[in-house]
């Protein structure tokens, strides 16, 4: 059977059952579906099909108590353990701000979600919430815990439960992205860059003057951003690691994006991955698809704030670094000391 004949759920399922050991997001990439396809295929079996509620979702995952709270892209996973707490709910925006769980979620984007329970080679039960764009693309999972409440989980499934139970889902293609139109010229950028009192405000400054994120850095001039060499982001762990120095890695998709604030100690490089193994914190980034890496410098009301993020091929932004801080205070000197010392991109590495 080819890649190109998988179109039904039966046919998943029978394929799936072949390779029952590989990972959900490898399977769906060989076989041309998405992943939101594959758990589809499931529903009525080891899956339910849920609405993805955030108002219901989010309130409700207080009373489960300690999860771990999963989201990733193409070439990062960012895996969280702890409640979720202090939920705020928006039309455009909501956020979880828990001490452990630190989420910024885009609801415009979440279009499937499913309970899924399999049993795992030593008989355990394995629960998790899936969540995914119109396109099957996850944006966000739950996975429950040895210490979850599991009668607070099973209320919760219920609430979520879609009225639909279908093990196939109907996706949209994703819209092409929207021209930018003539771009901003240096000096402009640099007038509102320099402007910012709150790094927000990237956002709103890069979108009027029709940029993309990594042209804006790219053009801004170096004292403001400069390249760091590709091997920049292991150094930059080796030196934090073990350190009481807090940091902040934020992974992101369009539907959510993950922080973790706090040191980091148990840093594990395995083959292209690099893995952070610590006790409710786990990050997982593949080295190898790292196409530039960048220094960034914006202007705040408290002083500059300094940033490390790491681009793939396709432009993207993958995962970005800061020094722990909050709003009123000023960037920890450690940090930017430790961002400064980073080695610089030069041609040789290029070639």
């Not at 927000?200 to 400054?205: A, K, L, N, R, S």
């Not at 890069?206 to 390249?227: C, F, P, S, T």
């Not at 020094?323 to 000197?333: N, V």
Request: glycine content about 8%; proline content about 5%; overall charge negative.
């Amino acid at each position: 059977m080819t890649a190109e004949a998988i179109k039904t759920p039966a046919e998943i399922r029978r394929l799936r059952a072949l390779h029952p050991q590989m990972r959900e997001r490898d399977f769906a990439r060989i076989h041309a579906i998405s992943e939101g396809e594959l758990v589809a295929a499931e529903v009525g079996r080891s899956a339910v099909r849920l609405r993805p509620d955030l108002d219901i979702l989010l309130n409700g995952l207080g009373a489960v108590g300690e999860v771990m709270a999963l989201t990733r892209n193409e070439s990062a996973v960012h895996e969280k353990i702890g409640p979720y707490e202090k939920v705020v709910l928006g039309p455009m925006a909501s956020m979880v701000l828990g001490a452990q769980i630190d989420l910024r979620i885009f609801p415009s984007r979440w279009a499937f979600g499913f309970a899924v329970e399999k049993t795992a080679e030593d008989g355990a039960i394995r629960r998790s919430l899936q969540f995914f764009d119109a396109q099957g693309q996850a944006v966000h999972k739950v996975h429950a815990r040895p210490a979850s409440n599991a009668e607070a989980w099973a209320v919760l499934v219920a609430n979520l439960r879609h009225d639909e139970q279908s093990d196939a889902i109907a996706l949209t293609p994703a819209a092409p992205p929207a021209p930018l139109g003539e771009a901003a010229d240096v000096a402009s950028l640099r007038a509102a860059w320099q402007a910012m009192t709150d790094t927000h405000q990237f956002f709103g400054i890069i979108k009027k003057l029709n940029l993309h994120r990594l042209n804006a850095i790219e053009m801004v001039g170096e004292d403001l951003a400069w390249q760091l060499d590709a091997g920049a982001v292991e150094q930059m762990f080796s030196n934090v690691a073990g350190t009481d120095l807090p940091i902040m890695a934020f992974v992101g998709n369009p539907g959510c994006i993950q922080i973790h604030s706090g040191p980091i100690t148990n840093v594990k490089p395995m083959g292209p991955w690099l893995n952070v193994m610590d006790e409710t914190f786990h990050l997982h980034l593949r080295l190898d698809q790292i196409a530039s890496v960048w220094a960034v410098r914006k202007p705040t009301s408290d002083g500059h704030v300094t940033s490390v993020e790491v681009y793939d091929a396709n432009r993207e932004l993958i995962i970005q670094f800061f020094g722990k801080r909050h709003e009123g205070e000023g960037e920890i000197a450690g940090w930017r000391t430790a961002v400064e010392k980073l080695p610089l991109h030069t041609q040789s590495n290029a070639a």
